[in-house]
Each structure stands twice: as structure tokens, then as C-alpha cells.
């Protein structure tokens, strides 16, 4: 019944090979346009580098502008009637540097003379305006403009991370397909967080050329032509001004300071100590610099603020107080007996109530506290009975965005450690644990660590009594003047806020009475802190912290103070947070002594024994 | 008489064809990938040619496997392997890693395979399988019925990876439907309506168009005989006709993705916009139209050098053999697939039971719509549709999805005299 059809199906087969044939001999042989298409090769495509987006500070001071620069590259097979001599003299190079220049080039890797390749980088733009006029004269060289990042400060260097080209690796790992290679791409920081919308789009012009590759103009009039359209703007919640201060203040210690708006969670200044000017990370001398500054022994592109974990010491006792009033173990009148046989203490006191304990950083009664927060007695087993205890407490202290990462807008955010029940179970390979065992937390020593930025969220936590927005850099973005979406919902804490007021009157004391009073105190302002000795390993001194929050009412600036290896929380870093609040709130510090005290950084005068 | 030399009775002219079309496909891969200044060797392990050798080496060792296996093992596997693939088909885009766009890849560690290569193989057998099946009658329409779903599954499996192109290939198997009976009907109409489709595009006012079918109706309706049922029916059609004409720019503008619509458009007027949407056609005809006679050279060629057409190994592959060896070149690479295609329809009419016929004419349309999809793309006779050419196309899947769609089909030929009691 199905005569005929296998016929038929060689038929097709043999007239579809016969119809490919005469369509190809058409443009193969009759038809001459294509031949002379690919030997003129007569449309020459170009990228149109975007400009990156520009990043301002809150009160619109340019950070991070753009410079255009120059490169220039050759297709090498395009190359006719070369006259060196001439180039040599417009290029001002030497007939030797030229050899070694075209040596270079074709030693490199990527070299393919069917592909345009950098010959010259970073022309400037006398060297564009001298050449410019001459380039008709070599065929196969072209001058491409980009622009190269510039800082307008040698400040905030680790937030605003820098820029340069694409690695192979980068590039191999890039999903989108958006980058090709010599493209620029933010490295660190907000270079890289906010990558996507500093970039921009490329454009591509359509150059017509003739046979020898000189260039005759666009093709159509640029009909095809894309432009490029520039990256979006980017306004940080930096002050520029406090954060230079704060960098002046850092200078020769090691440590951290971030200042934050607990209204809004913008970052107001985060300075690492020691850093890095941001301009050697540009342009020609790239390389080399990054060499040196990567392998500089105090470690300046470490971003202490976000990557430096510590153990919290003192400073958790506010959060441990608020825990135990939540979990209604104590009240604020509850007295415990400072008594120093298990865990030592300072300063002259015997029995305080809470708010005392806190100001004079009393240790056994923070120990007692964790005692009745762990130990409620719920299981008969002590073992039980404190892992439930923990679980309760861990809950209430994560709920303070400890222990994991806060989720900023930079990269490589570390997350500290707040100890759980499954924790220990692992750091104890199973054996049983009870409170005995794991006190040192009380007093925010043993396991618990934190990361700078966390303890300046915690303070402004308490300043806006109970809720913080996490923290964040650029709090506008392009035209529309938002922060990402992450960044404008309020995250509440497990605490009542009826507690957050215990916590502030404490802190409050702390300033005005307590360990704080000295140098933390400011004359028109209620100023809340606490201060913090971080155990550190002798010979090395103690690291020094201090977080606050001013003023009490209405809270416009909340601090947290690291410095390394500086002893205790009430000298360097009470001081440093008291300057930033004041120059902030005042615009200048009234107290030159203190701020001579802490440029002079003597802190301690015994090295510890 | 049972296996007593399977080399003398498998078809050696088609191995021969198999093994040229590969060898030429590992040099242009060569081609594409050489640069004069560094001159690396056609071994080189970081070059495309020297993974191909690689899977040409492994294809070497599935052959060996598809021969040594028992003959009736294909018969009897046919379903398991078919609902395998549907299976895997499912399983791509939850659990596959995409490559350049298309998610069609299940890979462990950094080797992966696309499933839907292999599952022409299987939709080849499974049609063999159901046609050659006792009581399996073309005219039955719940015989149809299934025949279109086993085609169908694999379809719209692989149109959700957004391969349109491989989906597209299954299309090929209305071939096997009208060499085994199905009326002509339901092809010329899929052809009609595809070159309306495309006539659609051509003409920018459709008023043209529906005057002409107007014009049509009118002429139908006065050259024949003047009865009431036919003149009702030839105006139903004619609206009906019109209708699609108006929903065609609806299926344009908003079914196709622009990229498809783009395809489309720069395949009727490719020098509309050369730099745009016409680039990939516009590069792809220089490069071979510059090729001329004899063809620049082995190694010689400019134009596929340049990163002007993407996927030179894979997709556009046939640009380097027109630029390099010219219309000879083509002329040759052409006549190969054509002798190959004959060879395999040879092979299917001296079957001697119904499986192993459509099993061949599944193999032949396969490689026949590959092979005229393909190189229509790359000279501009058909939409660019991303898919290999066989053989000649860099990659492993596809390399030994067709070395086994092949060999399937000359292990069953071997042994035609043993399937005869199964007709």
C-alpha cells in the first residue's frame, strides 16, 4: 500500500543535498560580495565601555569617581606597511621598547593575531591627544577609551573595595555571560556587593573599514549603534567627615570603629585599622601594590569591622541582662553577693542590684545570673536541665543578630559564635556538659564571639529599644534613592522593650558614674555605653572595647569601639567612641586632651605580666 | 550459522561512511579551534579537537559494546529505555547544571551528558517497537493517538530545558509515519501551514494575503463544479485560513521569544539588520561564501578565527569546512551525508521484519533532518536552530547519541536473517 514512498523519501534526500549545492556554489563562486566582505573584512565591531556608577557620601561628597584612560590595541593581521620609525617617534618609545613591547604582547597567552590585543595600556590623556591625530597612519592600531576608578579620599579603603580586571577564573565562573575578558569588575567590597548595578551596559559601534584596515567611518551613521549606559549612582550613609576622623584616631593601632544611625541602620563610618590608601589599587601600578599590600604583616585589606571575631567580654553583659529580666529570673532590684572565689572581679563593691552591676561590670554576678538562666530547675538532671536552659538563652541572644551574619552589604561578613546545646555537644565529643562547665560565657568570655559591626547593632538595638535595621553602607541606590529591600525592614529581638529601658539606665550609669565616667562623658549629652576588657594572650595587653549610643533621647548615633592590644575598655576605646559621638553630633571635639590621649596611644603603661 | 562472524555481515559501507564523516569532523574541529602562533597539536588535551578525540575514542569502545550485546536485547529494552530517558528528561531541569543558556545537562563533577541526545535513540526504538507490534494497524487513530504521545513526551520534555531545537527534531519521525502509511494529508498540511506562516512574515499588510486567498476562492469555486457543499466548504476553509493569517502575528509577537522571532525574521531578510538579529547568518555566509572554489586551505581560514560566529565547533562547524575547503569541501561533506542517508533507507527496505524497518527509517529521518537543518542554518536557508551536525560536531552526547542511533541499526541489519520469524 505504500508504494512509491520510499521513492519519494530518496527523492527528498537527494534534492535537499542538490538544493544545498546550487545555493552554495551561489555564494561560494558566482556570488563575489562575501569573498571581498571577509577580505576587507569591512565591519569592524568596538565595545563601548560603560562608565561605572559614582559612589557619593550621605552629605553627596564624591568617594569614587572616574578617569579616563587610553589603551591601545592592535589586530595584528591588519598590520600593513608598518613604519616603525614613526610610530616610535609618536608613541615616544624607543625602537628598543617597541621590540620588547611586541615581544611581550606575543608571549602572552591570549596573543592571537586574528583578535585584537592590548598593545599599549593606560595612555593618559596628553599621550590620546598627541597620538590621536596619527592613528590614520596605522593601520591595525586602535585607541579604545575606558575609564579607570579614582578616590577622592584615602579613606574607607576595605568598604569600598576596588575594582580591576577579570580573572580567567572569574570569567569561566560567570554564569550570566555578561563579561568578557579585559573587562573591569568589582573585587571587594562595595565594588563587588553592589557589582550588578555599578556596571552598566556595554554599547558596540560598528566601524566600516577599508581594505588596508583604516578606519572610513560608522557604518550607516551609526544606525546599529548601541550606546552604553552608565552604571547607577550609589549614596552611602558614610559621613565623609567622621570617617576620616575616625581613621585620624585609628592611625598606628590595629582595631575597628563602626558608627551606625539606629534609626536606619546606616553605617556612618566603619574604619579598619591599619588600612590602605584605595588609589594604589588602580590603574598601572595595580599589580605590585597589591603584592605589597596583600603581603603587609598587619594585614590592611583584613576588614576588621566585618572579619575580625572577638570575644564580646564585658559589653554581653548588657545583652545578658536583658536576657535573664526576659526569661524573668531576676528583676532589676535582684542583689547578688559579689563573691570572688569562682570568677574573679574589680573595682570596690560588694552586693550590687542590677543596674550597678552593670555599671561596675561586677563578674560573679553576671556568673549567678547565667546560673539562674541555665539552671531553672525545669529537669532534675543537671545535664538536661542546663541544655535547655541554653537553648532558651541562645534563642534571646542570636534574636541580637549574634552569631551568625548580620547579612551587611559587603562581602566575606563573618558571623561569630554564640554557643548552642549541639554546639557543646560537639566541642565535649558527646560527654556530658553542665553549667560548671560552660560559666565563662556569663561574663563574654569562653566560646561566645562577636564581630565588631554586631556589638555596634547591638548598641543600637538597645538605643531603639528593641528592634535594629541591619546594617548597611549605601542607603540609596541610582535614581529611585532606596536601599535594597533587606535593608528596610526592622528586625525585633525576643526582649520586651520595657527591659531595653533597664539596659539604657545601665548604660547610662556606666557613663556617668561607672567605668565609663573618665573619658566617655560629655558635657550637653546623655551618652549610654559600656565598656569591655577582651582577654587577650600575654606578653599582649588586653583589647579594649567599648559600644554606646547618644543621645539617650532620640538616639542619633550608636558606636562600637575595637582596638587591639590597648588593655582596658574604659581608656582607648571609651575615648575613641566619646570623640566620634561628639564629632558627630557637634561637628568637632571640645576635649583636645582626650584626643590628644588617644593619638599619643600610651594606654598602658606596664606591659602585662 | 548463530554469530559465527559478525564482522563480515555488518555493512561495512556505512562504517566507512561513519568513520570519514568523523575523521573530517576532528580536523575542522582542529581548524576552528588552531592559532597560528601558538601551533598547538591536534592532541593538544586543551584543545576541543583533543576532548573529541577523546569521545571518539570512547565511541570506539560503545560500538564494541553494541555489537558484542545480543541482537534481541534492543527489541526487548525498547520501552525500559525510552521511560529511562523520560525519566532523566524530568530530572534535568530540577537537578541539571546549564550550559550556555539551556539547562540540558545532568553532570557528575565536571562530566556531564545531555540526556536528550540519547533520547532520539530511544524514541527511535520505542516507535519501532509500537509499529512492529502485533495488531499495530496506521489507519487505526488510537494506534495514531499513541504514536504522536510517544513523539510528543520527549517534545515537550526538551522544549522545557528551552532546547528548541532538539525538541524540533522529533518532528523528523512524521517521515517513519508516512513511509509506514500514514496518509500524506496530515504532512502537507504542516507544510501548508508553516509556509503560510512564513509567507505571513513576508508580507508586511495582511489585507495582501487575504485577498489573494479571496482571489483563490473565487477561482476554486468557478473552475469546479458549482455545488452547494463544496463552494460552503471551500469558504469555511478560506476564512478559516484568514484566520490563521491574523493570529500569526499574535503567535509572533507574543508565543515566540524574541530571540526565535529574531531567528525568523533575519532568515527572510537577513540584510534587514546584518549587525543585529543577522549577525550569526551575515558571518556565518561570509565566511563560507569566502571560501570560493577550492576553499582557502586547511588551517588557512580568517574568518572562523574570529569570534564572529559563536559555537564554531559545535552548531556552525560547517562555516569552517565551506571557508577551508570550499565548494569542493561542501560539495564532498554533502555528498557523504547524502550517501549515508541512501545507504541507511538501503539498509531499511532489506529488513525483513517491521521493527528493524521503522527503527531504520527513524535513523534515516533523524540524521536527515540534522543534516538538512544544519547546514540550511549555516547558509541561510532555514532559522538558526542550535543543533549538531552529525559527526562532524564537536561534543561527546551528541557524538555518541548518533554513533549509537548507527550502530543500533547495523547490529540489527547483521542479523536480519535471524529476526525473519518476527514479521
Given amino acids: 500500500m505504500n508504494e512509491g514512498r520510499r521513492e519519494i523519501l530518496q527523492l527528498i534526500i537527494v534534492v535537499t543535498g542538490i538544493i544545498f549545492l546550487v545555493k552554495l556554489f551561489f555564494i561560494q563562486v558566482v556570488d563575489s560580495r562575501y569573498r571581498q566582505m571577509a577580505d576587507s573584512n569591512a565591519i569592524l565591531r568596538q565595545t563601548e565601555y560603560p562608565v561605572r556608577g559614582l559612589i557619593t557620601d550621605r552629605n553627596g561628597k564624591l568617594i569614587v569617581y572616574n578617569t579616563p584612560e587610553f589603551k591601545l590595541e592592535v589586530l595584528l593581521k591588519d598590520v600593513r606597511d608598518f613604519d616603525s620609525a614613526k610610530f616610535c617617534r609618536v608613541f615616544r618609545m624607543s625602537r628598543e621598547e617597541l621590540r620588547a613591547t611586541f615581544r611581550a604582547m606575543k608571549a602572552r597567552k591570549e596573543f592571537s593575531p586574528y583578535k585584537p590585543t592590548l598593545f599599549l595600556d593606560q595612555l593618559s590623556n596628553e599621550d590620546f591627544a598627541r597620538v590621536q591625530d596619527y592613528m590614520d597612519e596605522f593601520s591595525g592600531f586602535y585607541v579604545l577609551a575606558r575609564t579607570t576608578r579614582s578616590y577622592s579620599t584615602p579613606a574607607l579603603a576595605n568598604a569600598l573595595g576596588y575594582v580591576s580586571e577579570i580573572s580567567k577564573k572569574q570569567l569561566d565562573e560567570d554564569p550570566s555571560g555578561i563579561y568578557k575578558q579585559g573587562d573591569y569588575v568589582g573585587q571587594s567590597g562595595i565594588e563587588a556587593y553592589y557589582e550588578e548595578q555599578l556596571r552598566g551596559t556595554r554599547g558596540v559601534r560598528f566601524k566600516l573599514r577599508n581594505v588596508k584596515g583604516i578606519i572610513q567611518g560608522s557604518v550607516e551613521s551609526g544606525k546599529y549603534d548601541t550606546l552604553s549606559t552608565p552604571g547607577q549612582d550609589l549614596v552611602t550613609g558614610i559621613d565623609l567627615d567622621l570617617q576620616q576622623y575616625g581613621e585620624f584616631l585609628m592611625k598606628g593601632k590595629s582595631g575597628s570603629i563602626v558608627a551606625i544611625e539606629p534609626a536606619t541602620g546606616e553605617i556612618l563610618a566603619l574604619v579598619s585599622g591599619p588600612s590602605y590608601d584605595p588609589n594604589l589599587l588602580t590603574g598601572r601600578k595595580y599589580s605590585s601594590n597589591f603584592r605589597m599590600i596583600s603581603l603587609d604583616s598587619n594585614k590592611p585589606l583584613f576588614n576588621r569591622p566585618l572579619m575580625a571575631q572577638y570575644r564580646p567580654g564585658s559589653v554581653f553583659k548588657i545583652a545578658q541582662a536583658m536576657t535573664a529580666l526576659q526569661e524573668g529570673v531576676i528583676t532589676p532590684e535582684t542583689r547578688i553577693r559579689c563573691d570572688r572565689t569562682i570568677i574573679n572581679c574589680h573595682g570596690a563593691h560588694t552586693n550590687e542590684d542590677l543596674r550597678g552591676a552593670i555599671a561596675n561590670s561586677c563578674n560573679p554576678y553576671f556568673h549567678g545570673v547565667l546560673r539562674r538562666m541555665l539552671n531553672k530547675g525545669k529537669s532534675n538532671d543537671p545535664y538536661e536541665d542546663t541544655r535547655m536552659g541554653l537553648a532558651e538563652w541562645n534563642k534571646h541572644?542570636?534574636?541580637?543578630?549574634?552569631?551568625?551574619?548580620?547579612?551587611?552589604?559587603?562581602?566575606?561578613?563573618?558571623?561569630?559564635?554564640?554557643?548552642?546545646?549541639?554546639?557543646?555537644?560537639?566541642?565535649?565529643?558527646?560527654?556530658?556538659?553542665?553549667?560548671?562547665?560552660?560559666?565563662?560565657?556569663?561574663?563574654?568570655?569562653?566560646?561566645?564571639?562577636?564581630?565588631?559591626?554586631?556589638?555596634?547593632?547591638?548598641?543600637?538595638?538597645?538605643?531603639?529599644?528593641?528592634?535594629?535595621?541591619?546594617?548597611?553602607i549605601v542607603k540609596a541606590i541610582g535614581k529611585d534613592g532606596l536601599p535594597l529591600s533587606q535593608y528596610r525592614e526592622r528586625h525585633y529581638t525576643t526582649i520586651d522593650s520595657a527591659y531595653f529601658k533597664v539596659a539604657a539606665d545601665a548604660m547610662q550609669q556606666v557613663v556617668e558614674s561607672g567605668t565609663g565616667q573618665y573619658r566617655a562623658r560629655l558635657a550637653d549629652v546623655i551618652v549610654c555605653g559600656k565598656t569591655g576588657t577582651v582577654e587577650n594572650n600575654p606578653p599582649l595587653f588586653d583589647h579594649s572595647v567599648f559600644i554606646a549610643f547618644a543621645p539617650r533621647q532620640n538616639p542619633r548615633i550608636a558606636v562600637s569601639v575595637y582596638v587591639e592590644d590597648a588593655g582596658q575598655g574604659a581608656r582607648a576605646a571609651a575615648s575613641i567612641a566619646s570623640l566620634m559621638i561628639e564629632k558627630y553630633l557637634f561637628g568637632a571635639t571640645r576635649r583636645p586632651y582626650i584626643e590628644q590621649y588617644v593619638l599619643a596611644g600610651n594606654f598602658e603603661d606596664v606591659k602585662k605580666q | 550459522m548463530r554469530q559465527e562472524n559478525i564482522s563480515s555481515s555488518l555493512d561495512w559501507v556505512s562504517i566507512g561512511l561513519y568513520a570519514a564523516m568523523v575523521l573530517l569532523g576532528w580536523l575542522n574541529i582542529y581548524a576552528v579551534g588552531y592559532d597560528e602562533a601558538v601551533g598547538q597539536s591536534i592532541f593538544t588535551l586543551s584543545l576541543n579537537s583533543g576532548r573529541q578525540l577523546m569521545f571518539i575514542g570512547a565511541s570506539f569502545f560503545i560500538i564494541l559494546g553494541i555489537v558484542i550485546l545480543d541482537v534481541r536485547f534492543y527489541d526487548a529494552i525498547a520501552y525500559l529505555l525510552y521511560g529511562l530517558l523520560m525519566v532523566m528528561l524530568i530530572l534535568v531541569p530540577v537537578i541539571g547544571k546549564e550550559v550556555g543558556g539551556n539547562k540540558a545537562w545532568l553532570g557528575i563533577g565536571s562530566f556531564g551528558v545531555q540526556p536528550s541526545e540519547f533520547a532520539k535513540v530511544a524514541t527511535a526504538l520505542v516507535v519501532a517497537k509500537y509499529i512492529g507490534s502485533v495488531g499495530f494497524r496506521m489507519d487505526n487513530l488510537r494506534n495514531q493517538a499513541v504514536l504522536f504521545a510517544l513523539i510528543g513526551v520527549p517534545m515537550v520534555l526538551i522544549l522545557l530545558q528551552k532546547d528548541t531545537g532538539t525538541a524540533l527534531v522529533f518532528t523528523s519521525f512524521m517521515i517513519v509515519f508516512f513511509r509506514e502509511g500514514m496518509?500524506?494529508?496530515?504532512?502537507?498540511?504542516?507544510?501548508?501551514?508553516?509556509?503560510?506562516?512564513?509567507?505571513?512574515?513576508?508580507?508586511?499588510?495582511?489585507?495582501?494575503?487575504?485577498?489573494?486567498?479571496?482571489?483563490?476562492?473565487?477561482?476554486?469555486?468557478?473552475?469546479?463544479?458549482?455545488?452547494?457543499?463544496?463552494?460552503?466548504?471551500?469558504?469555511?476553509?478560506?476564512?478559516?485560513?484568514?484566520?490563521?493569517?491574523?493570529?500569526?502575528?499574535?503567535?509572533?509577537?507574543?508565543?515566540?521569544?524574541?530571540?526565535?522571532?529574531?531567528?525568523?525574521?533575519?532568515?527572510?531578510?537577513?540584510?534587514?539588520?546584518?549587525?543585529?538579529?543577522?549577525?550569526?547568518?551575515?558571518?556565518?555566509?561570509?565566511?563560507?561564501?569566502?571560501?570560493?572554489?577550492?576553499?582557502?586551505?586547511?588551517?588557512?581560514?580568517?574568518?572562523?578565527?574570529?569570534?564572529?560566529?559563536?559555537?564554531?565547533?559545535?552548531?556552525?562547524?560547517?562555516?569552517?569546512?565551506?571557508?577551508?575547503?570550499?565548494?569542493?569541501?561542501?560539495?564532498?561533506?554533502?555528498?557523504?551525508?547524502?550517501?549515508?542517508?541512501?545507504?541507511?533507507?538501503?539498509?531499511?527496505?532489506?529488513?525483513?521484519?517491521?521493527?528493524?524497518?521503522?527503527?531504520?527509517?527513524?535513523?534515516?529521518?533523524?540524521?536527515?533532518?540534522?543534516?538538512?537543518?544544519?547546514?540550511?542554518?549555516?547558509?541561510?536557508?532555514?532559522?538558526?536552530?542550535?543543533?549538531?551536525?552529525?559527526?562532524?560536531?564537536?561534543?561527546?552526547?551528541?557524538l555518541w547519541g548518533f554513533t549509537i542511533l548507527l550502530f543500533i541499526l547495523l547490529k540489527i541489519d547483521a542479523h536480519r536473517g535471524q529476526m525473519l520469524q518476527r514479521i
Fill in chain 2, 183 to 398: 496518509s500524506p494529508f496530515l504532512i502537507i498540511v504542516g507544510f501548508c501551514a508553516a509556509a503560510l506562516f512564513i509567507l505571513t512574515l513576508l508580507v508586511p499588510n495582511p489585507w495582501y494575503l487575504h485577498t489573494g486567498i479571496v482571489f483563490l476562492l473565487v477561482v476554486l469555486i468557478v473552475m469546479g463544479k458549482k455545488k452547494f457543499k463544496r463552494i460552503a466548504l471551500l469558504t469555511i476553509g478560506a476564512i478559516l485560513i484568514m484566520g490563521v493569517v491574523e493570529s500569526v502575528d499574535y503567535v509572533i509577537t507574543d508565543v515566540l521569544k524574541p530571540h526565535q522571532q529574531n531567528r525568523i525574521k533575519a532568515l527572510i531578510n537577513p540584510d534587514a539588520d546584518p549587525l543585529g538579529y543577522g549577525w550569526n547568518v551575515t558571518q556565518s555566509k561570509i565566511a563560507i561564501g569566502s571560501g570560493g572554489f577550492g576553499g582557502k586551505g586547511f588551517l588557512q581560514g580568517t574568518q572562523t578565527k574570529f569570534d564572529f560566529v559563536p559555537e564554531q565547533s559545535t552548531d556552525f562547524i560547517f562555516c569552517t569546512i565551506g571557508e577551508e575547503e570550499g565548494w569542493i569541501g561542501s560539495l564532498l561533506v554533502i555528498a557523504l551525508f547524502v550517501a549515508l542517508l541512501l545507504r541507511i533507507i538501503y539498509l531499511a527496505e532489506r529488513q525483513k521484519n517491521r521493527f528493524a524497518r521503522v527503527y531504520a527509517y527513524g535513523a534515516a529521518s533523524i540524521f536527515f533532518f540534522h543534516f538538512a537543518v544544519n547546514i540550511g542554518m549555516t547558509i541561510g536557508l532555514f532559522p538558526v536552530i542550535g543543533i549538531p551536525l552529525p559527526f562532524f560536531s564537536y561534543g561527546g552526547s551528541s
Fill in chain 1, 397 to 472: 541572644i542570636t534574636s541580637f543578630g549574634f552569631g551568625q551574619p548580620l547579612g551587611i552589604d559587603l562581602p566575606n561578613e563573618k558571623g561569630g559564635l554564640i554557643p548552642s546545646p549541639a554546639y557543646y555537644d560537639v566541642a565535649y565529643r558527646n560527654r556530658p556538659w553542665k553549667f560548671s562547665n560552660i560559666y565563662s560565657i556569663a561574663i563574654g568570655e569562653g566560646e561566645n564571639l562577636v564581630v565588631p559591626i554586631q556589638m555596634a547593632n547591638f548598641a543600637a538595638t538597645v538605643a531603639n529599644k528593641g528592634f535594629y535595621y541591619t546594617p548597611h
